[in-house]
């Protein structure tokens, strides 16, 4: 409205403008005093050109990701002291907003397969890093054709330690990214650990089996065409969805999205914060585990 009144000023004058517009000619010409000098704002109009620009840097930092809740919550871990209506008023003033998470399904199950049992019942809940492991996978449309993106995710802290990115559907995708979480997660043979996902074939394959049996993890399977009983993996692929397939499409290619989800997923282990584990970033969170733990094990 300011600006649409200083281009046409000079042609129709300020007064005839603001008369047809929802704004006094006082209010336009104290708003261009304060353009002229900022020193003539209230401190209350200073402190919120100031938190504006706060939030503008972290609404941008997330790439256009983070909401009020989450805005608000990043600058209160830097130290600043701001009301979350303040965030509220502020985004809506400059025109933000978080994005909003849709739902999809791409598990085809198959009966015929021997089926582990389910030993997580919908209890995504770990006390330690590597007890329970989750994975799923979803699809992408590129200009050349389908893509599939498959996650394995740590439970403790929501950290992905596993994913792959692939033009097909088969056992090997997924098992590629089972073998990246166990070759930088477990540097041995392991007991306690469960691996629990969906019944795709992909999951319930020999070869798929077989790998988890000769690492000593245990495999668990929820029930047929429920989510709820692989709620987490569902979860972060909505936000995957949201944050980077939704956000930044369309895609030209497998190559562009496989770009794109290493970027995104760096920031969401080192950078997001997650409502799940206190506002903490998932490396914070295990970090804070082990420095637990070590100074338990001096004190013993």
Same mark, same amino acid.
């Given at each position: 409205?300011?600006?649409?009144?200083?281009?046409?000023?000079?042609?129709?004058?300020?007064?005839?403008?603001?008369?047809?517009?929802?704004?006094?000619?006082?209010?336009?010409?104290?708003?261009?005093?304060?353009?002229?000098?900022?020193?003539?704002?209230?401190?209350?109009?200073?402190?919120?050109?100031?938190?504006?620009?706060?939030?503008?840097?972290?609404?941008?930092?997330?790439?256009?990701?983070?909401?009020?809740?989450?805005?608000?919550?990043?600058?209160?871990?830097?130290? %600043?002291?701001?009301? $979350?209506?303040?965030?509220?008023?502020?985004?809506? =003033?400059? @025109?933000?907003? #978080?994005?909003?998470?849709?739902?999809?399904?791409?598990?085809?199950?198959?009966?015929?397969?021997?089926?582990?049992?389910?030993?997580?019942?919908?209890?995504?809940?770990?006390?330690?890093?590597?007890?329970?492991?989750?994975?799923?996978?979803?699809?992408?449309?590129?200009?050349?054709?389908?893509?599939?993106?498959?996650?394995?995710?740590?439970?403790?802290?929501?950290?992905?330690?596993?994913?792959?990115?692939?033009?097909?559907?088969?056992?090997?995708?997924?098992?590629?990214?089972?073998?990246?979480?166990?070759?930088?997660?477990?540097?041995?043979?392991?007991?306690?650990?469960?691996?629990?996902?969906?019944?795709?074939?992909?999951?319930?394959?020999? %070869?798929?089996?077989? $790998?988890?049996?000769?690492?000593?993890?245990?495999? =668990?399977? @929820?029930?047929? #065409?429920?989510?709820?009983?692989?709620?987490?993996?569902?979860?972060?692929?909505?936000?995957?969805?949201?944050?980077?397939?939704?956000?930044?499409?369309?895609?030209?290619?497998?190559?562009?999205?496989?770009?794109?989800?290493?970027?995104?997923?760096?920031?969401?282990?080192?950078?997001?914060?997650?409502?799940?584990?206190?506002?903490?970033?998932?490396?914070?969170?295990?970090?804070?585990?082990?420095?637990?733990?070590?100074?338990?094990?001096?004190?013993?």
């Amino acid at each position: 409205m300011i600006a649409f009144i200083e281009e046409y000023q000079e042609a129709f004058g300020v007064e005839p403008i603001c008369r047809v517009l929802p704004i006094a000619s006082s209010s336009y010409y104290a708003h261009a005093a304060i353009s002229r000098n900022p020193d003539l704002a209230s401190e209350r109009s200073k402190k919120d050109i100031a938190d504006a620009r706060e939030i503008l840097r972290v609404h941008e930092m997330s790439k256009g990701r983070y909401g009020a809740r989450k805005i608000w919550h990043h600058l209160r871990r830097e130290g %600043r002291n701001i009301a $979350r209506c303040t965030v509220e008023r502020l985004m809506k =003033s400059l @025109g933000l907003q #978080g994005v909003t998470r849709g739902k999809k399904k791409t598990t085809i199950p198959d009966p015929a397969l021997p089926c582990p049992l389910d030993k997580v019942n919908r209890n995504f809940t770990a006390t330690a890093p590597n007890q329970l492991w989750v994975s799923d996978f979803t699809y992408c449309s590129t200009w050349q054709g389908m893509v599939y993106v498959a996650f394995v995710i740590d439970v403790y802290a929501r950290k992905i330690v596993g994913w792959r990115v692939s033009t097909s559907m088969t056992t090997s995708f997924v098992l590629d990214a089972l073998n990246q979480a166990i070759c930088q997660r477990l540097q041995r043979q392991v007991h306690g650990l469960i691996h629990h996902s969906d019944r795709g074939s992909q999951y319930l394959s020999i %070869r798929y089996s077989e $790998r988890l049996a000769e690492t000593g993890i245990d495999a =668990s399977v @929820g029930s047929v #065409g429920d989510s709820y009983d692989n709620a987490l993996a569902e979860n972060v692929i909505g936000l995957f969805k949201t944050e980077v397939i939704n956000l930044f499409g369309p895609w030209k290619s497998a190559s562009q999205i496989e770009w794109e989800t290493l970027k995104w997923i760096s920031w969401y282990n080192t950078e997001r914060l997650h409502s799940a584990i206190e506002y903490k970033t998932p490396t914070e969170a295990e970090e804070a585990f082990f420095e637990n733990l070590n100074r338990l094990d001096k004190a013993a």
